[in-house]
C-alpha cells in the first residue's frame, strides 16, 4: 500500500504546485495600432515569470470536452493583419478590426486548449472605447465577444490596458471591471496620459504588467498589494493604476490620487475614500471657464486651443497645456460628476469632446485631407450664393474662432435661402453647413472619428459624405 499512497500524495502535490506556481493563463493582446515592440516586451515579461519554474506544463484543463492537458500560457496577438486572416463570409474584412474577428479568434485560441484569462486592449483610449489605426472596439464589443465565447468569459479575471485615462475609478469601476465579464477583479494600466507606444517608458510597463500578474492578483492586504505595485521596474515614471475589485480590497492603487500632491506611504485608497474626496476635490470652474473659451473661441484671447504638445503658459513644469491639465483632472475626478453638476449648476465637460478639442489642429487636417471633395463642392456652393466670404479655403491655416465665426454665419444666411436650392449629389448647402458645424465646431463624437488624432489617418467621416466618397 505504501507506494500507492506515495503515489497518491506526489498527486496532491503536483496539483497544488500547478494551482500556486502557475496561477496566470493566456493573454489575448488586441493591437489596435501595430505596436511590435509592446507585444514583444509583454512576451517576453510572460517567459521572464516562468523562466525559473522547473515544471514543465502549465494551464491546466480537465473540461469534458477537452483532452486532459496543460499548456504553458502565451499572448496571442489579434492586430489587423490576424483579422483579417480570419475574416469569414459571415465576419467581412472591411479595413479594421471587429467585435466578430475578437470573438472568432478567442474560439481558436480555445480550440487549441489555451485558456485565457487577461484581455489586453492597446491603442487610443476614448472613455469606454479604444481606437487606433486597426479600427475601433468598444466596452460592448468586447462584451459580445466574451458573450459568444460562455467558457472564455468565465475565466477572464485581468483586463490591461494600454491608453491613456483607461485605470481611473470612473473607468475601471464604472465601465471596464465586471462590466465585461463577471469575474474580471483586476485592471491595470494607466491612470492618466500614456506614454506614446513607442517610448520606453510605455512597453517597458507592459512588459512588467504581463509577467507579473500573480503577483498583483495574490495580494491579498493593501500592503501586499503596495509591494507588487511599487515593485513595478519603472512604476514611478508613469502614472500607472491598478483597480481592485475583491471582496478583502476595492479600490485604486496609483501614486496619482496622493492628497494634495503629497507622496502616500501606500498606492493603494478604497473606492469609498475616493468618492469621500469628492467634497474636497473637485474640478476648478476657473478651468472650465478656460475650456468653454476654447470651445467657443469668441474671444482673441481664445481663438484657437493650444496645438498638441506646444507649450503655453501652464507648460513650465509638467510640460502640458491649460487644457490638457485641465483634461486630466477632468478625468481623474470623473466620478465626483454628479457632487460637481450639483455644485456647479452645470455638467462637467465631455471627456470626449474635450480630447476632440485637444487635438482640432489634427482633426482640421482630417477633414481637409480625407474630404477634400466635399469642401471643394461646399465652397462651390457658398460662391454660387453669394457667400463667397466664408469659404473654408485652406482649412488647416484658419483659426477655431474663423471657422466657427463663418459656419454660424453660413448657417444663418441659409435660412433665407429659397426651398428650391442648387444641390451637390442632391445636398443642399444647409445640409452641408450643418454637417460641417457638427464636425468642427460641435466636435460630435458621431462626426469625428477616433482614429483621428492619428496624423495619417485615412478613416471619413460619417457626416461628410456628399461628394460621392463613402464613410468608412
Known amino acids: 500500500m505504501t507506494p500507492l499512497i506515495f503515489v497518491f500524495v506526489s498527486m496532491l502535490n503536483l496539483l497544488s504546485l500547478r494551482e500556486t506556481a502557475f496561477a496566470s493563463g493566456s493573454i489575448l493582446y488586441i493591437d489596435l495600432n501595430n505596436r511590435d515592440m509592446e507585444v514583444s516586451k509583454c512576451e517576453e515579461g510572460l517567459k521572464e515569470a516562468y523562466a525559473s519554474q522547473v515544471q514543465p506544463e502549465w494551464n491546466c484543463d480537465d473540461s469534458a470536452n477537452m483532452q486532459s492537458r496543460c499548456i504553458q500560457p502565451k499572448v496571442f496577438r489579434l492586430n489587423a493583419e490576424k483579422a483579417k486572416a480570419y475574416s469569414t463570409e459571415q465576419c467581412p474584412w472591411q479595413g479594421e478590426i471587429k467585435e466578430c474577428h475578437v470573438s472568432t ?33 468598444t466596452v460592448q464589443d468586447i462584451q459580445m465577444a466574451l458573450n459568444k465565447n460562455p467558457s472564455t468569459r468565465q475565466g477572464i479575471t485581468t ?15 464604472k465601465t471596464w471591471m465586471r462590466k465585461v465579464a463577471p469575474n474580471v477583479q483586476t485592471t491595470m494600466g494607466f491612470l492618466l496620459q500614456a506614454p506614446y507606444g513607442t517610448e520606453p517608458e510605455n512597453y517597458n510597463l507592459m512588459k512588467e504588467l504581463c509577467g507579473k500578474r500573480d503577483q498583483i492578483n495574490a495580494a491579498a492586504t493593501e500592503q501586499e498589494l503596495d509591494s507588487a505595485f511599487k515593485g513595478l521596474a519603472g512604476v514611478d515614471k508613469v502614472s500607472a493604476s491598478i483597480c481592485i475589485d475583491r471582496p478583502e480590497l476595492k479600490g485604486v492603487c496609483s501614486m496619482e490620487y496622493a492628497k494634495g500632491g503629497t507622496t502616500p506611504a501606500s498606492c493603494y485608497q478604497s473606492y469609498d475614500e475616493l468618492y469621500r474626496r469628492c467634497q474636497t476635490e473637485l474640478p476648478s470652474e476657473d478651468k472650465y471657464n478656460m475650456y468653454m473659451g476654447f470651445l467657443n473661441a469668441d474671444s482673441a484671447e481664445f481663438a484657437n486651443p493650444p496645438a498638441k504638445g506646444r507649450a503655453d503658459a501652464c507648460s513650465v513644469n509638467v510640460g502640458k497645456s491649460c487644457l490638457r491639465q485641465y483634461y486630466d483632472e477632468v478625468q481623474k475626478w470623473r466620478h465626483c460628476a454628479g457632487l460637481y453638476q450639483e455644485r456647479a449648476g452645470h455638467p462637467l465637460p465631455s471627456p470626449g469632446q474635450m480630447m476632440r478639442l485637444i487635438f482640432f489642429n489634427e482633426i482640421k487636417s482630417r477633414v481637409a485631407n480625407n474630404h477634400a471633395g466635399e469642401l471643394a463642392a461646399y465652397n462651390k456652393l457658398l460662391d454660387y450664393y453669394n457667400l463667397s466670404a466664408y469659404r473654408l479655403d485652406n482649412l488647416q491655416s484658419l483659426s477655431r474662432a474663423v471657422i466657427n465665426q463663418r459656419l454660424i454665419a453660413v448657417r444663418r444666411a441659409v435660412r433665407k435661402l429659397p426651398k428650391n436650392q442648387a444641390t451637390v449629389n442632391g445636398v443642399k448647402i444647409g445640409w452641408m453647413a450643418q454637417e ?13 472619428p477616433g482614429a483621428w488624432v492619428n496624423a495619417d489617418s485615412e478613416k471619413r467621416s460619417s457626416c461628410l459624405n456628399w461628394a460621392g466618397g463613402r464613410a468608412k
Do not use: P, W
Open 105 to 137: 479568434y478567442m474560439q481558436q485560441i480555445r480550440r487549441h486548449r489555451y485558456k485565457l484569462d487577461t484581455i489586453a486592449l492597446s491603442g487610443d483610449d476614448g472613455n469606454g472605447q479604444f481606437f487606433g489605426v486597426g479600427g475601433t472596439l
Open 159 to 173: 483586463m490591461l490596458h494600454n491608453g491613456c485615462y483607461a485605470a481611473t475609478v470612473q473607468a475601471c469601476n
Open 436 to 448: 460641417l458645424d457638427r464636425t468642427l465646431r460641435e466636435l460630435e463624437s458621431k462626426c469625428v
